[in-house]
């Protein structure tokens, strides 16, 4: 009996870090069909997407040299940060 390859498993790049890992330890922010940006933890709501470690230093990082909102092709407002931060220390 043959065995099976492996499956591939998907890998995305951390907008923060810039690393490469498997996109099921990353966490989503996406930016609704509305513009409405928000954290995406199932990975399935429709939208842009962009990936960030589970870290909120990674989105420190992608703050500041406004990497997310290249992803997302959008301004992103301070209180949209603040509400992302909280929901990853909750998470965290």
Do not use: N, W
């Amino acid at each position: 009996m043959e065995a099976k390859p492996a499956k591939k498993m998907p890998v995305r790049m951390c907008t923060g870090c810039r690393e490469h890992k498997l996109k099921k330890e990353l966490i989503r922010v996406v930016r609704s069909p509305q513009g409405e940006i928000s954290i995406d933890f199932t990975g399935k709501k429709s939208g842009r997407g962009a990936y960030l470690c589970a870290d909120p230093k990674c989105l420190m990082k992608a703050r500041k040299t406004k990497q997310l909102e290249r992803a997302l092709e959008t301004a992103i407002p301070d209180e949209v940060y603040e509400k992302l931060e909280q929901q990853l220390l909750a998470e965290h």
